[in-house]
């Protein structure tokens, strides 16, 4: 395991995150591989990062020294250096003394079963120890991914999970579809839509959800769709913080400055500020 450093692209928290796809084999469990590398900040002492809502399951895996959370993430501390975060529905801070390396992996919900044993409603909105989720071969799991090179982490953590993925059956055929149309439609299709397009009744579509997902399929939808707005707030731009709202979904700014003050715990400008370091007001337009 390496103690070398990383340093991060840029300056603006922004810039220390990196998102790539992952391999072809492992598209019906995950969603995305993330690496995220926090640097010094001069004349700064504690680092503090806002994890939000993602409507997935995420695997965290520290290369570095351990961040520490708080409050529902108050586990995350030294020594211990992989997690599982469930599918939240609200932010928590991690808070670093120095530089950071942390990688991971976002489970689709329906691809948390065949990944990790055990289905996505088990583990809920919890911050628990890898260990906790897959028993002892957790710490075979740690050293695939962590021993080596820390430029190599995340191929390591891909190659960690095809490895899981050869021995595990599919997900639910049904739930994956019912995500695949909830994601394409980015939050926005009706559940009634929606039970249609799969020839269930709502009642089952419903059943179907807290089963396999964890979450009803309204609330999903509105963490897809939050996700989506939080994914777009970079490149804003001078768009009037009223039509970013219709253009992701919410009927009006009020509903839009309430989903994110549910999920994110800020205001939808709070966090523009805090993500990218700036926030472009639009005259004439209120701020949310």
């Known amino acids: 395991m390496t103690g070398d450093p990383i340093p991060a692209p840029g300056g603006r928290p922004e810039d220390w995150y990196i998102e790539v796809p992952p391999p072809p084999t492992l598209a019906d469990c995950v969603l995305s591989l993330w690496e995220m590398r926090i640097p010094v900040l001069p004349g700064e002492g504690d680092t503090r990062v806002r994890i939000l809502p993602n409507a997935c399951v995420d695997i965290v895996l520290y290369a570095s020294e351990p961040s520490r959370g708080e409050g529902a993430a108050a586990i995350v501390a030294p020594p211990h250096r992989s997690y599982v975060v469930g599918s939240t529905l609200r932010s928590f801070m991690v808070r670093s003394v120095g530089w950071r390396h942390v990688i991971g ?34 710490g075979e799991f740690e050293e ?46 009706r ?5 249609a397009d799969l020839s269930l009744s709502p009642r089952r579509l419903e059943r179907h959800f807290l089963t396999h997902i964890g979450l009803s399929p309204k609330l999903f939808s509105r963490l897809v769709r939050f996700d989506r707005a939080v994914r777009d707030l970079g490149a804003r731009g001078t768009t009037s913080w009223s039509q970013f709202a219709l253009v992701h979904g919410y009927a009006d700014q009020a509903h839009f400055i309430n989903e994110f003050r549910e999920f994110a715990g800020v205001t939808p400008a709070e966090l523009e500020r805090e993500t990218t370091g700036g926030g472009k007001d639009v005259e004439g337009d209120s701020t949310p």
């Open 105 to 138: 992996a976002s489970l689709r919900p329906e691809g948390v079963e065949p990944l990790l044993g055990v289905p996505a409603a088990v583990i809920g909105e919890s911050v628990a120890f890898l260990h906790d989720i897959i028993g002892a071969a957790a």
């Open 144 to 189: 695939r991914v962590l021993h080596g090179p820390a430029e190599g982490t995340l191929r390591r953590l891909a190659e960690t999970l095809v490895l899981r993925r050869q021995t595990a059956p599919p997900p639910d055929a049904t739930a994956h579809q019912a995500v695949q149309l909830v994601r394409r439609a980015r939050g926005g299709k």
């Open 191 to 195: 559940i009634d839509a929606l039970a």
